[in-house]
């Protein structure tokens, strides 16, 4: 039996509450199915705004089989290409992140415009035409200081996305702030074992002790059910509300977005050892609001989100292997505040830091549990993992349809 008819079988024989079968953890076709049906069809979380500061600015990423550049063009606009020369496919931009007045492919330098246009071929022959050999684009969105990508040919409509994240994202103008410090772990776990992981705080009194000191364990926080009947949320969003900051719990009908706020433990506001204030600047000149917890944005399947009032900290996730995830950590401070002066970088980034080095061990032991012949799915807790349930729903329903379709996804060709 092929893999997608496999997987198509799995899931429309899985039991609802349990864990995955075995290979959908650890599968290299399942992993290919996954990137091809998940990953190269819908919209990913890539960096922020202000990581592209100025023409010229660029980071690339890459994304399965496909490296990608984005570049702010002369006209401020951030554009996303496959990056990929179009003369016989070496990429165009080699490192992680840098400036150029141009994109210059290093092999024979060919150059291209800031907004994907072939300026420049040498000793090409007479009759070349430059116009049919630009950068292949990407689609490209940003909402409220987050960069998002789609490979397909034929994206999914973003309209609705903005609409609902945008409100509560814009008052801490992200697209205003700077990259204080990141870093990138790989975590030798398949990229749904990650996601399970973060999506609950059940193993969080065991496993995260800096984490627990502000952070609320509640399900009513970590999952998806029962905010709106907890006194302690409704209050929250009340109060921030009041003060102009969407704060309700919102999610999109196919469970793949959502955004909430929720208050931290007594009387933290930040996520430090001692719940004091990391940054003495607050992130954002627009909220000066007392007390409002931490905003927490997620998108499947790519990024979960928290935004503090005097810091944020962004996820992104991005498979490497059936049994690798690079996680991608960033934390973002008010544009002017200063090292040294208004933060110190090891108490800014100590709390997640920890937690995340945690995480990848829970996940990698995880992973290797689940690759004993003796693995069968388990149930998880309805109690304390709502949030993983509702995970691995949106992850059945979202791939089963595509895998029922056959056939490849339409994708931008690179070549």
């Known amino acids: 039996?092929?893999?997608?008819?496999?997987?198509?079988?799995?899931?429309?024989?899985?039991?609802?509450?349990?864990?995955?079968?075995?290979?959908?953890?650890?599968?290299?076709?399942?992993?290919?199915?996954?990137?091809?049906?998940?990953?190269?069809?819908?919209?990913?979380?890539?960096?922020?705004?202000?990581?592209?500061?100025?023409?010229?600015?660029?980071?690339?990423?890459?994304?399965?089989?496909?490296?990608?550049?984005?570049?702010?063009?002369?006209?401020?606009?951030?554009?996303?290409f496959h990056n990929s020369c179009r003369h016989r496919g070496s990429r165009v931009c080699n490192t992680d992140k840098g400036t150029a007045a141009k994109l210059v492919c290093p092999?024979?330098?060919?150059?291209?415009?800031?907004?994907?246009?072939?300026?420049?071929?040498?000793?090409?022959?007479?009759?070349?035409?430059k116009s049919q050999f630009g950068l292949k684009p990407v689609?490209?969105?940003?909402?409220?200081?987050?960069?998002?990508?789609?490979?397909?040919?034929?994206?999914?409509?973003?309209?609705?996305?903005?609409?609902?994240?945008?409100?509560?994202?814009?008052p801490h103008r992200l697209s205003e702030a700077k990259i204080a410090f990141e870093s990138t772990i790989v975590e030798k776990?398949?990229?749904?074992?990650?996601?399970?992981?973060?999506?609950?705080?059940?193993?969080?009194?065991?496993?995260?002790?800096?984490?627990?000191?502000?952070?609320?364990?509640?399900?009513?926080?970590?999952?998806?059910?029962?905010?709106?009947?907890?006194?302690?949320?409704?209050?929250?969003?009340?109060?921030?509300?009041?003060?102009?900051?969407?704060?309700k719990f919102r999610i999109d009908p196919a469970g793949q977005y959502r955004a909430t706020r929720a208050p931290l433990l007594r009387d933290a506001v930040s996520y430090t050892m001692n719940g004091k204030r990391a940054v003495k600047k607050n992130l954002s000149d627009s909220v000066s609001a007392d007390r409002i917890g931490t905003l927490m944005h997620y998108h499947y399947p790519t990024t979960w989100n928290h935004i503090l009032i005097d810091h944020a900290v962004t996820f992104r996730v991005l498979p490497i292997s059936a049994t690798e995830t690079a996680v991608t950590t960033k934390w973002l401070v008010h544009k002017d505040a200063v090292e040294g002066v208004d933060y110190d970088l090891a108490e800014l980034t100590h709390v997640w830091t920890e937690t995340n080095d945690q995480d990848r061990r829970i996940v990698e032991e995880n992973a290797l549990g689940i690759l004993s012949p003796a693995y069968e799915p388990g149930p998880?807790?309805?109690?304390?993992?709502?949030?993983?349930?509702?995970?691995?729903?949106?992850?059945?329903?979202?791939?089963?349809?595509?895998?029922?379709?056959?056939?490849?996804?339409?994708?931008?060709?690179?070549?």
């Not at 040919?153 to 814009?170: G, H, Q, S, T, V």
């Not at 502000?214 to 409704?234: C, K, Y």
């Open 107 to 129: 092999y024979h330098q060919w150059t291209y415009e800031l907004d994907g246009r072939l300026l420049f071929a040498r000793q090409m022959a007479d009759g070349f035409d």
């Open 1 to 80: 039996m092929d893999a997608r008819n496999d997987m198509l079988r799995l899931l429309n024989s899985r039991r609802e509450g349990f864990s995955l079968e075995q290979p959908f953890y650890t599968d290299p076709d399942y992993f290919k199915l996954d990137m091809e049906l998940i990953w190269y069809r819908d919209w990913l979380f890539i960096g922020h705004d202000c990581e592209l500061p100025k023409p010229g600015s660029f980071i690339t990423v890459q994304i399965g089989d496909y490296p990608v550049v984005l570049v702010r063009d002369q006209q401020g606009k951030i554009n996303a």
């Open 380 to 415: 998880y807790s309805e109690l304390h993992e709502g949030g993983v349930i509702q995970f691995v729903d949106w992850y059945a329903r979202f791939i089963g349809p595509r895998l029922a379709e056959g056939g490849r996804p339409a994708l931008r060709s690179v070549a």
């Open 189 to 247: 776990g398949n990229w749904k074992l990650v996601w399970e992981n973060n999506r609950e705080c059940y193993h969080c009194a065991g496993n995260h002790p800096e984490l627990c000191k502000t952070f609320p364990e509640a399900p009513t926080v970590t999952g998806v059910q029962g905010a709106d009947s907890d006194p302690e949320m409704l209050a929250h969003w009340a109060k921030c509300e009041a003060a102009g900051l969407p704060s």
């Open 139 to 170: 689609a490209c969105e940003s909402v409220a200081g987050y960069i998002f990508i789609c490979l397909a040919k034929e994206p999914a409509d973003f309209a609705p996305m903005r609409a609902m994240i945008e409100p509560y994202l814009k």
